[in-house]
Nanobody, 118 residues
Framework: QVQLVESGGGLVQPGGSLRLSCAAS????????MGWYRQAPGKQRELVAS?????????ADSAKDRFTISRDSDRDSSTVYLQMSRLTPDDTAVYYC??????????WGQGTQVTVSS
């Protein structure tokens, strides 16, 4: 089992920045993928960015050059971050952390609201 705790969402003005965090505990030694998804009202959930165990990163086109994903890991915990800059109203959504383990287990965070508005 893996437990996920997200933090860092909120209200920000257009052009502003936010950093999301997702702290994982439990079977973190089995994690090979950590990612951030988002879901806006009336839209499907989409991958924003991901990072693998060997630090390979992948970004949605909308996130390239504005968002940066990173992670910190030790024996007992692993945290993935999403640094978001130059935010626009189109970035408004609930952001979900996702982790995948060897053996096909997958876990989702509870979601954190990001609202970009003046």
């Amino acid at each position: 089992q893996v437990q996920l705790v997200e933090s860092g969402g909120g209200l920000v003005q257009p052009g502003g920045s936010l950093r999301l965090s997702c702290a994982a505990s439990g079977r973190v030694f089995s994690i090979y993928f950590m990612g951030w998804y988002r879901q806006a009202p009336g839209k499907q959930r989409e991958l924003v960015a991901s990072i693998t165990r060997d630090d390979r990163t992948n970004y949605a086109d909308s996130a390239k050059d504005r968002f940066t994903i990173s992670r910190d890991s030790d024996r007992d915990s692993s945290t993935v971050y999403l640094q978001m800059s130059r935010l626009t109203p189109d970035d408004t959504a609930v952001y979900y952390c996702n982790v995948r383990l060897f053996g096909m287990d997958e876990y989702w965070g509870q979601g954190t609201q990001v609202t970009v508005s003046s």
